[in-house]
């Protein structure tokens, strides 16, 4: 059974910083990334970026955080990063990291449904 646990977010003023974390155990070989998405209150859930394990180490950005965003990852501590820099007001939403193994990695990292495993999420808020 693989289990995340995020932790990093908080309260920043926009133009701040957080590093979110994303601690996995229990991982299988079958899979293959992990993203990070949020969800505002009413709005749809999104995905913000992905690595992908195998390979070239993929990663991917949603255009409204690139150059602000980074996913990273220590395999020896099993822990995957989302640095996030120059935030904004719209960033603020609760944070999930999520596990899985979407096919057409380019095409499918941001949906949601291709992620069966997801953490309980961490809350960024971001004030003006």
């Known amino acids: 059974q693989v289990q995340l646990v995020e932790s990093g977010g908080g309260s920043v003023q926009a133009g701040g910083s957080l590093r979110l974390s994303c601690a996995a155990s229990?991982?299988?070989?079958?899979?293959?990334?992990i993203a990070w998405f949020r969800q505002a209150p009413g709005k749809e859930r999104e995905g913000v970026a992905a690595i992908l394990f195998t390979g070239a180490g993929n990663r991917a950005h949603a255009d409204s955080v690139k150059g602000r965003f980074t996913i990273s990852q220590d395999k020896a501590k099993n822990t995957v990063y989302l640095q996030m820099n120059s935030l904004k007001p719209e960033d603020t939403a609760m944070y999930y990291c999520?596990?899985?193994?979407?096919?057409?990695?380019?095409?499918?990292?941001?949906?949601?449904?291709?992620?069966?495993?997801w953490g309980q999420g961490t809350q960024v808020t971001v004030s003006s």
């Open positions: 999520a596990s899985g193994s979407p096919t057409v990695w380019w095409s499918r990292w941001h949906r949601s449904t291709d992620y069966k495993y």
């Open positions: 229990g991982y299988t070989s079958s899979e293959t990334s």
